[in-house]
């Protein structure tokens, strides 16, 4: 079963650019869609973005439309999240999701795994 590691959060002024990677170190990534989740404090997770197995479909929430780009290396066994134009409202937790059925994955937010989450926060 994939395992994912997530890494690049941190703290970022509004207006400023961070990417997320998440990576999975067991090489099973490639038979899976990919996705990107938040949870924001007290509210429940939302989906943000996802990224078929074969690359061929990408989705988007609306509030990150434009300004998010989600993208994915199979050789690296990484997908990454690409967040420019950051605003307060994005301040989350993040978390990478596979899923082997990527409509699933964005109608219903189920997946087979969950990374742990990194922390997003964007200063106003």
């Known amino acids: 079963q994939v395992q994912l590691v997530e890494s690049g959060g941190g703290v970022v002024q509004a207006g400023g650019s961070l990417r997320l990677s998440c990576t999975d170190p067991?090489?099973?990534?490639?038979?899976?869609?990919m996705g990107w989740f938040r949870q924001a404090p007290g509210k429940e997770r939302e989906f943000v973005a996802a990224r078929s197995w074969d690359g061929g479909s990408t989705y988007y929430a609306d509030s990150v439309m434009g300004r998010f780009t989600i993208s994915r290396d199979n050789a690296r066994n990484t997908v990454y999240l690409q967040m420019n134009s950051l605003k307060h409202e994005d301040t989350a937790v993040y978390y990478c999701?596979?899923?082997?059925?990527?409509?699933?994955?964005?109608?219903?937010?189920?997946?087979?795994?969950w990374g742990q989450g990194t922390q997003v926060t964007v200063s106003s």
């Open positions: 067991r090489r099973t990534f490639s038979r899976y869609s």
């Open positions: 999701a596979a899923a082997t059925d990527v409509i699933v994955l964005v109608t219903a937010g189920s997946a087979d795994t």
